[in-house]
């Protein structure tokens, strides 16, 4: 098989043709990896909001990658079930980060997610990006996710489906609601 030497322009088809073989997995792994890292990393980054917490899940993700490849049956696109990972990932993080948190009674819903997304070194985004982060972050767990994959990744509702195991129609409707929380964030943010 003659496989490009851009490791980027690889296919899924090549890059798992290449973990099926135990001479080439690690090798095809690599491929994997250098194809989807970015794509990963600011997902997660976007539901974890700090760049330390979205690499110490993105390194998890792929070493639950990395184990459970070989029983990728190819139901769902590649990315898809990696998303899946990559989300559930994240999940966990914030729910052990909740659970282990010690927030006043007294804090705004975010308000502790903005003031680590302000101390952040690597956030480079303007106030407006920060506005929306803010917005994001006083979502409800499944309305973000849902608000990330749609409008950041683009992903059609047939693919958060699968990756969420939720309908169609539950999706749109977390997407709906997510736009409106977020409109009117921008529109009380105007008048304070």
């Known amino acids: 098989m003659l496989l490009p030497t851009n490791h980027k322009t690889a296919s899924d088809d090549q890059i798992l043709e290449l973990l099926h073989s ?28 700090v760049h330390e ?14 184990r459970g490849i070989l029983q990728f049956e190819g139901k769902s696109k590649l990315y898809t079930w990696m998303y899946r990972i990559a989300t559930n ?22 308000g ?6 302000r101390a952040d070194d690597w956030f480079d985004g303007d106030a407006l990006q920060l506005q929306l982060q803010t917005a994001m972050a006083q979502l409800p767990e499944k309305q973000r996710i849902v608000f ?4 950041y990744d683009e992903m059609p509702y047939e693919e958060m489906s699968n990756m969420l195991d939720t309908s169609i129609g539950a999706l749109k409707a977390s997407f709906h609601h997510a ?10 943010a105007d008048h304070i």
């Open 112 to 117: 502790q997610a903005t003031n680590r997304l």
């Open 22 to 49: 135990e001479k080439t997995f690690d090798r095809g792994f690599r491929m994997l990896m250098s194809a989807y890292k970015e794509r990963l990393y600011w997902h997660i980054r976007r539901l974890v909001l």
């Open 148 to 151: 990330n994959l749609r409008y």
């Open 179 to 188: 736009v409106k929380k977020i409109e009117t964030f921008f529109r009380e």
């Open 89 to 110: 990932e994240a999940i966990t993080f914030l729910q052990n980060r909740n659970r282990n948190s010690t927030n006043s009674i007294d804090d705004p819903a975010g």
């Open 53 to 66: 917490d979205a690499d110490d899940v993105l390194q998890n993700t792929f070493i639950k990658i990395y």
